[in-house]
């Protein structure tokens, strides 16, 4: 016997009013838990999408929408650039790298983007299986596009209008050939089906003109009369040379990209490039720090309201434990005095009620943190087929450890006055109840 | 051994009762008689040390606990002395034999099974060792209770109205089992009480009422 066990047993003798506050707690913290992971991993999915890219330069339209669709693949564009723009950037002597971005169309979900090699190098990725494009109308696909269709090197696909589900009009008579697969980056990449700027181009060449209908619900916006009016939609460029992985950049004047990825050669950079580029007429150019934030910020009005909800609970929790342990002290009256009569201070006594409200809170807020991870898993699992944030509850936040301590906090102060009771309790006068 | 020496006690209300001074020794069994309100029930918290006297000291084996600081009294009575209540007061939460565990935990004792066992057994509470306080009869837990203030060995063995409210043949095993135990352990045995039918085992008496000791 200790005391350790004696306040299990008292919680045993006592198991709907022990489980009713453990739950309580448990709802709490795992409210709070879920909330935490959910946040923790959208956070970290935008930074690591944004990682590396300094700047992005598209239509003019909302910065924010730029950031959307070019970096995390979400957003409609808003709308295209011209080549040149890309010419320009590649000789300023500020800037490193460029990565330009021609989309337009999706596989079943997944966005085509017409890129360069060193897209893949930006996201750190690898080959899982075959090599990069290389020549037109071939594509390398991201992970999860691979493992989710069941693709293997040699199919051939076929693209849609629209960057969303698959509804718009089918290129079925420009098929990608599957060249490579990517091993799984955890980044968006893992999403995509990347080709060349070409290969984009291509799908849209006037010559492939079959007359169809760009209403795809997508805000589609298919430029086969080489309008470069920036207006909000995407287009792509229909003639011009090759721009594709390996290959020289000849374009024509009137070729078309949707975003250019930009990174600086110096900090400097970000003084002048941003300026620069915003006064020339159609053109924006976004931070995707800047822009991350403002959206966490504004996602996090939304993430804290439901904190503070899962506060409510955690608190409502703690009040329920107080309740819990001062009718237990009412009830254990005579306990407390066998206990002091048996050689127990008034401190060991005040001690045993303060545990209890520890092992509550505690093993309550342990029940919660687990509850909260296996919420986020089943969820990550409900959504992960069809939405771009992975969520899974299979990993640990830092500030869950806070959750441990807020809780603990709760339980002292919710058995502080029961203990203080029983610590100044009367036991003569109780034991002498007849 | 147990002596008071000018004890005095007042109550909140201000009424205050004085004990006549009283000295018993190792192995004696007194019953401590009187009327209600002459304090037969406060002398046994004094003795106990669970309450502080006014004034006057209570010593037990030559040590003046009313002298003691609190916790160290707390961690005295826990040690030597055992007390039997009115209302029994078993844990319910616990088994019988956690009850006595309880016991040796608050004392500072080591655990030990065997003592333990050696106890139930003598009270024939072998077969209840691992039942539940709440699902004992009123008999089984009253032996249950004087087998908890006897598993320390204590020196002093206090026992409040142990046989009031049970018929005759109750008393007696509830006596008789008071002067077993207690000279098993050598123990001085006080047992305040109104019962007469205590003085048949109980050979030395402190008549508060009279304030003094009755032959």
Not at chain 2, 151 to 165: C, F, G, K, Q, Y
Request: one cysteine or more; proline letters at 4%.
């Amino acid at each position: 016997m200790n005391a350790f066990r004696l306040t299990l047993n008292w919680l045993r003798f006592r198991p709907l009013t022990a489980l009713l506050n453990l739950l309580l707690m448990a709802l709490g913290t795992g409210t709070i838990a879920l909330l935490l992971l959910y946040g923790h991993q959208l956070d970290r999915q935008f930074t690591r999408d944004a990682e590396g890219i300094d700047l992005v330069v598209g239509a003019s339209g909302s910065p924010l929408q730029l950031i959307l669709s070019s970096v995390y693949h979400l957003d409609v564009p808003t709308g295209n650039i011209p080549e040149q723009a890309a010419r320009d950037l590649r000789d300023n002597r500020l800037v490193r790298e460029v990565i330009p971005l021609a989309l337009g169309d999706n596989y079943r979900g997944h966005r085509i983007v017409g890129t360069e090699a060193s897209f893949v190098d930006l996201y750190g990725g690898t080959l899982s299986d075959g090599r990069l494009w290389e020549g037109s109308m071939e594509a390398t696909l991201g992970a999860e596009v691979a493992a989710r269709h069941g693709l293997a090197i040699g199919d051939e696909i076929v693209g849609a209008h629209g960057l969303g589900g698959g509804d718009g009009h089918v290129h079925d008579y420009a098929p990608y050939t599957i060249v490579g697969i990517l091993a799984p980056t955890g980044t968006v990449m893992d999403r995509l089906v990347l080709t060349s700027v070409q290969s984009v181009w291509d799908v849209h060449d006037p010559d492939h003109d079959h007359g169809h209908d760009h209403e795809n619900g997508h805000q589609h916006e298919h430029e086969h009369e080489h309008d470069h009016g920036h207006g909000h939609g995407h287009g792509h460029a229909h003639e011009g040379e090759h721009a594709g992985h390996g290959h020289e950049h000849e374009a024509a004047e009137d070729q078309e990209l949707t975003a250019l990825l930009v990174r600086y050669r110096s900090p400097m950079a970000a003084m002048q490039l941003p300026r620069s580029i915003n006064a020339e007429p159609g053109l924006q150019a976004a931070a995707p720090a800047y822009e991350s934030a403002r959206l966490m910020s504004m996602l996090g009005v939304g993430l804290d309201t439901l904190k503070a909800f899962g506060g409510i609970l955690l608190l409502a929790a703690g009040v329920g434990v107080f309740i819990g342990l001062y009718n237990a002290l009412r009830e254990r009256r005579h306990d407390i005095a066998v206990i002091r009569s048996l050689g127990a201070s008034p401190r060991l006594v005040s001690g045993l009620i303060l545990l209890e409200g520890q092992l509550l809170a505690l093993v309550g807020t342990l029940l919660g943190l687990a509850g909260g991870h296996l919420a986020a898993e089943l969820i990550g699992r409900w959504i992960g087929a069809d939405r771009p944030l992975e969520l899974t509850g299979l990993m640990w936040v830092p500030s869950e450890g806070w959750l441990l301590l807020i809780a603990s906090g709760i339980g002292l102060v919710a058995a502080l006055l029961p203990a203080w009771q029983a610590y100044r309790s009367d036991i003569a006068l109780t034991l002498s109840e007849r | 051994m147990l002596q008071i020496k000018d004890l005095a006690y007042r109550y909140r209300d201000g009424q205050p009762l004085h004990f006549p001074d009283w000295r018993a020794e190792a192995g004696e069994h007194w019953w401590l008689s009187g009327p209600s309100g002459t304090g037969k029930t406060t002398l046994l918290h004094l003795l106990a040390g669970l309450l502080s006297p006014s004034s006057g000291a209570v010593r037990v084996n030559e040590q003046t606990i009313t002298d003691f600081p609190s916790a160290a009294r707390d961690r005295f009575r826990g040690r030597h002395i055992g007390l039997v209540f009115q209302r029994l007061h078993l844990l319910p939460a616990l088994t019988v034999a956690a009850n006595l565990e309880l016991a040796r935990y608050l004392a500072g004792l080591p655990r030990d099974h065997a003592r333990i066992e050696q106890v139930l057994e003598r009270l024939g509470l072998a077969d209840l060792a691992g039942r539940r306080a709440h699902q004992l009869s009123q008999g089984q837990a009253q032996r249950v209770a004087i087998a908890r203030a006897v598993v320390n060995r204590p020196s002093i063995l206090l026992a409040d109205e142990p046989t009031a409210s049970l018929d005759d043949e109750n008393a007696r095993r509830v006596a008789e089992l008071l002067c077993e135990q207690a000279a098993a352990c050598r123990a001085t045995l006080v047992v305040a009480s109104h019962d007469t039918r205590l003085a048949r085992w109980l050979p030395h008496r402190l008549d508060l009422a009279e304030g003094r000791v009755a032959a």
